[in-house]
């Protein structure tokens, strides 16, 4: 079993930044399972909608409303994933949650999401 923990969510003016931290935590073993970990997020009314994802060698791929705004990272070392976000919208608004996929089975884990708020 992952468990999952998002952190650095919170209010902020349109136009402004956030920091989005994802802390991955388990057996050794299942944390070198770990293939593929990424964001996704959910506006009120809406359905869930994938945002970004990073391979575990550092491969990234974006939704297009995100490309050139925010930036997927990860450290390896700490079984964590970053989401920086820039230039946000108050589309943006949404709880935002972390996910990491199995590299030997279909399982796909997700944490509990963390509220981002954008104001105009």
């Known amino acids: 079993q992952v468990q999952l923990a998002e952190s650095g969510g919170g209010f902020v003016q349109a136009g402004g930044s956030l920091r989005l931290s994802c802390v991955a935590s388990?057996?050794?073993?299942?944390?070198?399972?770990?293939?593929?970990m990424g964001w996704y997020r959910q506006a009120p009314g809406n359905q869930r909608e994938w945002v970004a994802t990073?391979?575990?060698?550092?491969?990234?791929n974006y939704a297009d409303a995100e490309k050139g705004r925010f930036t997927v990272s990860r450290d390896n070392a700490k079984s964590t994933v970053y989401l920086q976000m820039g230039s946000l919208k108050p589309e943006d608004t949404a709880v935002y949650y972390c996910?990491?996929?199995?590299?030997?089975?279909?399982?796909?884990?997700w944490g509990q999401g963390t509220q981002v708020t954008v104001s105009s």
């Open positions: 990073i391979t575990r060698g550092g491969s990234t």
């Open positions: 388990g057996s050794i073993f299942d944390l070198f399972d770990i293939s593929s």
């Open positions: 996910i990491a996929d199995s590299r030997t089975s279909t399982r796909r884990y």
